[in-house]
């Protein structure tokens, strides 16, 4: 199994930024996906998940009303759109899979299996 996640980079505060993770390995409908972000020093921490049909969302506080997370299960992707970007969202974001049934999503990290390698999102003041 292989997540590649990637569209990180370095935008100023109210950009926008467009994660993609692509899944490889699985059968990723039967999957619902979850990203989280981590800076130095501290946990990782939920931002957004997907149930595996794309039927049931969440978002942490933090992001809400300027995330979306999407999926498309014929190209094996989910996607995290960030907008109005602010420097406390920089962090590295993680993409992960946990099988689940449908409807279903996770919120904490220990109930993902696979997890991707990171892409770094750098938000400037």
């Known amino acids: 199994v292989q997540l590649q996640a990637s569209g990180g980079g370095l935008v100023q505060a109210g950009g926008s930024l467009r994660l993609s993770c692509a899944a490889s390995?699985?059968?990723?409908?039967?999957?619902?996906m979850g990203w989280f972000r981590q800076v130095p020093g501290k946990e990782r921490e939920f931002v957004a998940a997907?149930?595996?049909?794309?039927?049931?969302?969440s978002y942490a506080d933090a992001v809400k009303g300027r995330f979306t997370i999407s999926r498309d299960n014929a190209k094996n992707t989910v996607y995290l759109q960030m907008n109005s970007l602010k420097p406390e969202d920089t962090a590295v974001y993680y993409c992960?899979?946990?099988?689940?049934?449908?409807?279903?999503?996770?919120?904490?990290?220990?109930?993902?299996?696979?997890w991707g390698q990171g892409t770094q999102v750098t938000v400037s003041s």
């Open positions: 997907i149930s595996r049909g794309g039927g049931s969302k």
């Open positions: 390995g699985l059968t990723f409908s039967s999957y619902a």
């Open positions: 992960a899979a946990s099988q689940a049934s449908g409807g279903v999503y996770y919120i904490t990290p220990q109930k993902y299996y696979y």
